[in-house]
């Protein structure tokens, strides 16, 4: 087989050498079959699967995947009622959880999170895309179909992977997608040539970006027809297609939405019934029934999720108040109450919410991501709300109930609660259904962003957090309170857009940053 010289300087520069790779020489490597670059894709363009048992090592390592994600919206809040409370992920998450100028600060003004990891990590698992793809082509002059079928699959991955980091991208530095600022709103820089080139990349339009997100997810649906799935932990045809189901629900394009929800819905895995779900542990599991696609690990609630308060043993966040009331805990008819978010209050202490839903047997797994997992369930909300919107009420509400009927109890189900409805409350209703099927696992930031600028009943948005700051007395060991902060962020406030890594600021002082003004608080008792 032809050994081609393939340019790796900047992969080599981000990410370091795959398994497969050897460096000759300081910017060259061989590449002789496209196995050596299906291996380049399992190793480089698919996220990381570490087992990292810490958020606060993970801010100066980078080893997961955007986990503050959790913090920016309402699903967590801090645990205070703990004596045990210190520097911990509280701290560490400060500037993203209260929506700091400075999101890699702690309420000391330290700088206690690398913020260019991800953008860092999202670009190298690009640029090794951008290497299969530019490499690929000289491995397909042949007749072997087993030889076509699986170059075609790598192409196919590698456009899924490439769009998916894109829409991330676009999603964390540009504003939501509105038709009518979307060709204005800057977005992230893109590079789609698997070559270096001496020159700097300006931030495209959240339209240009979008557009290149669709490209590369139509791209991936074409090459990735009738290719039998490799395994949960490798893009198949239903993963492009819920992938372009949500980002078509971003963009308001109801339509087609609908059409790749759909898709789903009548073509991949089947939904896990909780009536009769036999788990042992967790839900989110490599063999749920659902489970369309996941890359990367989790991080919950590995050292996160305080399991009990007044005992949080190192764990400095909470399943919020807000988050558990959504499943209406004083009527518990919904089997979610058992295996997403579970009450595990000792009798005479305070409420305890235990987080079931991806625990992993160490409670730090590398097997499921907790923020990039695709499941059938997210299809059938796609389509509910796409159908919702576009005044369909009937596919709207059959598409919901046939959701909530393998999540509510059978005795207790009743579909007349979705049936009564229709319009603003329809709508409403599946977007509180989305809140709790996909808790903690990375929608709720991007969901209320999105519902600012619906084009279909957009909705006001405002959060609030109160932060609190304990210290210990080192003669009495006891701890106080030293100050409480309410922070809010207003439906109208552009910190709903984060600030660009200020190292990629600071390499390239002509980019504009998303503004951000020094975040005010009020001091409660």
Known sequence: MKRLYTIFLLLFALTGCSGFLEEYSQDQAYVEGYDDLDELLLGNAYFERNQVMSWYSQGNSGDLYYPWIHVLADELEQETESDSWGSGIGQATYGYATWQRLVYQDWDGDEVWDDGADYRNLYAHINACNTILGEI??????????????????????????????????????APYAAASAATDPAVPIKLTNYVEDRSYPRRSVADVYAQVLSDLLEAERYLADIP??????????????????????????????????????????????????????????????????????????????????????????????????????????????????????????????????????????????????????????????????????????????????RIRTDAFDPSEVNSLSGEELVSFVREERRRELCLEGHRWFDLRRYRVAEAYPQEVTLTK????????????EYSVQWRRRFTLPNDDPAWVLPLPHEELTKNPGMLDNPRSDRSFELIN
């Not at 109160?466 to 060991?477: A, F, G, I, L, R």
Request: negative net charge; proline residues 4%; hydrophobic residues 35%.
């Open 137 to 174: 082509g000289a491995f397909e002059n042949t007749d072997d179909e087993d030889d076509l079928r699986n170059i075609n699959r790598i192409k196919g991955e590698s456009y899924f992977l490439r769009g998916s980091c894109y829409f991330l991208l676009a999603n964390f530095y540009g």
């Open 466 to 477: 109160v932060v609190t700051n304990k210290v210990q007395d080192p003669n009495t060991y």
């Open 229 to 406: 799935q490799v395994s949960v932990w490798r893009a198949d045809l239903d993963a492009a297609r819920l992938m372009l189901s949500r980002v078509y629900l971003y963009m308001c394009d109801y339509e087609n939405a609908a059409r790749y929800a759909r898709m789903v819905v009548e073509n991949g895995p089947e939904l896990a019934d909780l009536n009769t779900f036999t788990g042992a542990t967790d839900f989110l599991n490599p063999d749920l029934s659902e489970l369309i696609f996941s890359t990367g690990a989790s991080s919950l609630p590995g050292g996160v999720i305080s399991t009990e308060r007044g005992y949080t043993n190192g764990d400095y966040l909470r399943i919020s108040d807000e988050l558990y009331e959504s499943f209406h805990p004083e009527n518990p008819v919904d089997l979610r109450l058992e295996w997403y978010v579970k009450d595990t209050t000792f009798s005479g202490y305070p409420r305890c919410v235990t987080y079931r839903k991806s625990q992993g047997s160490t409670y730090s797994t590398p097997d499921m991501s907790d923020v990039f997992v695709l499941r059938t369930s997210e299809a059938y909300l796609n389509l509910a709300e796409a159908a919702a919107c576009m005044g369909d009420v009937d596919s709207a509400r059959l598409v919901l109930n046939e959701l909530r009927q393998h």
